[in-house]
């Protein structure tokens, strides 16, 4: 049986679907049905027989899965899975691939089960066909939470495979070429999703076709009137223009000829979408926009490159500044090629794109011309296998976004930043190019390197010279950054980074301290409000069967999944220590403990780390980190009577007795009010707040910095009045001191200061 007569036989149950709306279905209709499926066998010549009958048998069973099931054209359903299809063996990819294409929607509109095609047609067919499944069955709270999770399914399942997110594309563009029918509001919003992920992932694996395609097409339906006005624009300058390109093309074709360089040249034109991105970023009109056509070169051999870019240059005048070697610095897609603008004999702009054939499957098919080259020449293959493992270096970073970001909203706004099409070239100290995107800092080029180096950075240097980390990065800097054992990520960072690798180690390292911070302070209050009742906090060891039972059953009250995550909860103010004690003394008690009075008495008088050191609460020494916060109402520093806040989800605040905020918390919460002291010996200085009233006049500022200077405080922030007053200004300053003995030498020192009229520490 030959392969058209085999595809009508199995597009009898679409005929059967189209009966189901029209009892005598047209010869043409039965006709087109069956084309549509010859035509894909038409493009499986690159298959074996074996794979091709598999592929066949996909098609039958998407067929009779997807029985009933019209597009919203009316056309029977399976037109759509043989288009995708199509578009797949249009990249050579695999069986496996384009039967996964055949039955991307089994699973998800006819009620296909993983299962079911495991046992068909193997786990990676099965595999892919469930990375392109939507999570449209579960319940979200919201329609963006679900996006956002089928997003990053997907997006995760294209890691471990890329052929998943090569179907996704084709799926996606079928849809935005037939989505004419679509409601208006439906099609604007899937092509502001098209926009905003997917055209930008197609640009970002080189898919560079899909990616202009799936640009048009969403401008199209995103902004109709802009885009036809632009397109007869357009349309107008191609014939306005006409005589200047033929002359261009044949001056170039001439001036090969004579230097006897084989060149293929051809007419390369803007898209619409293109020009419409360029007007809005230069705020210029259409008539100012001049490079809308260009010409593409496609030599036999790398060398060749070069010598048509210096013909070139003796033919027109280049526009300096204008020329770009993608040949030496590929692009992070893996793109390939030179650049250079030149000056027609009209006087207008002319751009020229230099490539080998190799190259130009690349920037043409990105990440798929693995496929398309698989079996082609040592020169095209090692150019596919370069689009191909610098594709798979950003694939695999989702996989370490991932590992550290268990949000989805959070996981896909990584994802939205590192889809960036614009980069910046820079080296390493050992001259290594790394590529990193349009605004990138030297901290972001510090987590490019390793994660620890960026954890662990201090300084960098740029060209040899010292810089902020927040320093913008341009293409040829020189970055070597300076990292200290002890240096931890700081907060601030996530204000200048650029890439999402960088956003997500930041984040990652900030909840894993803040997450061990609260269990350390959780355990501290727990065995606290423990000691009360006359017990000691049961052990945690292992081996302990006693004990982890009792830890089990305790966790199972609380609602918490583990020991670490209840006393987390514990720590950040979730649940109150007293009421988890006493559940746990109860326990306890069931088990045969009993209070024990030494054990109170040290609750009354001690700690139980040191029975000779007196400590009732717990003990502020400025290393808590955040889990333990001063508040900034009062700024407490050591000296200050003081008691501690547990807040809901906030962790422990700190407050001065004579607050009148924490008295009002007091007042509202009792309960959650727990004691707490100043260490012997504070570790650092810490911040209070310092309101003076100074005599206008020139060097004020210079004399309160001096004087402060000279009592060995420093001053962390200062603000104005912003109406001072002619003869009197009134200033607040932020100032580190050790201590309320430190802080009244400072007073003093001030209210020494001839400006200085009146100086005091500023209470809420």
């Not at 050579?92 to 509109?109: C, G």
């Not at 894993?512 to 009360?532: C, D, N, P, V």
């Amino acid at each position: 049986m030959g392969i058209r007569s085999f595809a009508a036989e199995l597009l009898l149950p679409s005929v059967l679907q189209a009966k189901s709306r029209n009892p005598t279905p047209t010869p043409s209709e039965q006709a087109s049905a069956a084309v549509s499926f010859a035509a894909l066998a038409d493009k499986l010549d690159y298959l074996g027989k074996a794979d091709v009958k598999l592929v066949r048998e996909a098609f039958k069973f998407a067929d009779e899965a997807h029985l009933g099931q019209f597009r919203a054209s009316g056309e029977p359903y399976i037109t759509h899975p043989l288009a995708v299809a199509g578009l797949v063996a249009d990249w050579h990819l695999d069986a496996q691939a384009v039967m996964a294409a055949l039955m991307h929607d089994a699973m998800e509109d006819c009620g296909v089960t993983k299962v079911e095609l495991i046992q068909r047609f193997g786990a990676p067919t099965a595999e892919m066909v469930d990375g392109l499944t939507k999570l449209d069955k579960l319940q979200f709270s919201t329609r963006e939470e679900g996006q956002a999770e089928s997003f990053r399914k997907m997006l995760l399942a294209m890691a471990r495979d890329v052929r998943i997110i090569l179907i996704k594309l084709a799926d996606r563009l079928h849809n935005m070429r037939t989505m004419t029918a679509m409601a208006a509001n439906k099609r604007s919003r899937i092509a502001r999703e098209t926009l905003d992920i997917y055209a930008p992932i197609a640009h970002r694996l080189g898919l560079n076709m899909i990616y202009r395609e799936l640009q048009e097409l969403s401008f199209q339906h995103l902004y109709p009137w802009r885009h036809a006005a632009l397109a007869k624009a357009v349309q107008r300058a191609r014939g306005y223009r006409r005589d200047i390109v033929e002359r261009v093309r044949e001056d170039v074709n001439k001036a090969f000829a004579s230097h006897k360089i084989k060149v293929a040249v051809s007419g390369r034109e803007k898209t619409v979408y293109s020009v419409y991105r360029k007007m809005r970023q230069k705020h210029a009109g259409f008539a100012q926009v001049t490079d809308i056509f260009g010409f593409r070169v496609v030599v036999p051999q790398l060398m060749d490159c070069y010598l048509a870019l210096g013909t070139l240059h003796q033919l027109y005048k280049p526009v300096p500044g204008r020329f770009k070697d993608y040949i030496a610095i590929p692009k992070a897609n893996g793109y390939q090629s030179l650049h250079t603008t030149l000056v027609s004999p009209l006087g207008t702009a002319v751009e020229f794109q230099i490539r080998t054939e190799p190259m130009h499957a690349v920037a043409e098919s990105g990440i798929a011309a693995h496929w398309l080259y698989k079996n082609e020449t040592k020169s095209g293959g090692s150019a596919a296998s370069e689009a191909q493992r610098l594709g798979s270096m950003w694939l695999k970073s989702l996989l370490e976004i991932q590992d550290e970001t268990r949000d989805a909203a959070e996981f896909l706004e990584h994802v939205k930043i590192d889809l960036v099409p614009e980069a910046v070239y820079v080296f390493t100290p050992m001259s290594k190019i790394l590529a990193l995107p349009r605004g990138a800092t030297a901290v972001d080029f510090a987590y490019a390197i390793h994660s620890d180096v960026g954890d662990h950075c201090v300084a960098a240097r740029l060209n040899g010279e010292s810089v902020a980390l927040r320093t913008e990065l341009k293409s040829g800097d020189v970055v070597e950054i300076v990292t200290a054992p002890g240096a931890r990520p700081n907060p601030g960072w996530l204000n200048f980074v650029r890439t999402g690798r960088a956003r997500s180690k930041i984040r990652h390292f900030l909840k894993t301290m803040e997450h061990e911070e609260s269990r350390g302070l959780g355990e501290k209050l727990l065995a606290q409000a423990l000691r009360a009742e006359g017990l000691l906090l049961p052990s945690a060891e292992l081996d302990d069967a006693q004990a982890q039972a009792l830890w089990q059953q305790l966790t199972r009250w609380s609602g918490s999944r583990s020991r670490t995550d209840l006393l987390v909860d514990i720590g950040l103010g979730r649940k109150i220590a007293t009421i988890v004690a006493k559940r746990l003394a109860l326990m306890m008690a069931e088990r045969g403990s009993r209070p024990d009075a030494v054990t109170l008495t040290l609750n009354r008088f001690g700690g139980a780390d040191d029975v000779a050191m007196p400590m009732p609460g717990i003990v502020i020494d400025g290393t808590e980190g955040a889990s333990v916060q001063l508040a900034t109402c009062c700024r407490p520093i050591p000296g200050d009577e003081i008691r501690g806040y547990l807040g809901r989800g906030e962790g422990l605040l700190v407050h001065t007795a004579e607050c009148s905020v924490g008295r009002r918390l007091a007042d509202r919460d009792p309960e959650r009010w727990i004691a707490v002291e100043w260490a012997e010996q504070p570790t650092r200085n810490f911040e209070t707040s310092v309101k003076l009233l100074v005599k206008s006049g020139k060097g004020a500022l210079a004399q309160l910095a001096a004087a402060v200077s000279r009592a060995e405080a420093d001053i962390s922030h200062i603000e104005m009045d912003n109406e001072p007053q002619d003869d009197a200004t009134e200033l607040r300053l932020l100032l580190a001191v050790r201590d309320r003995q430190h802080l009244a030498d400072v007073l003093r020192a001030l209210k020494r200061s001839p400006p200085v009229l009146r100086a005091n520490r500023q209470k809420p």
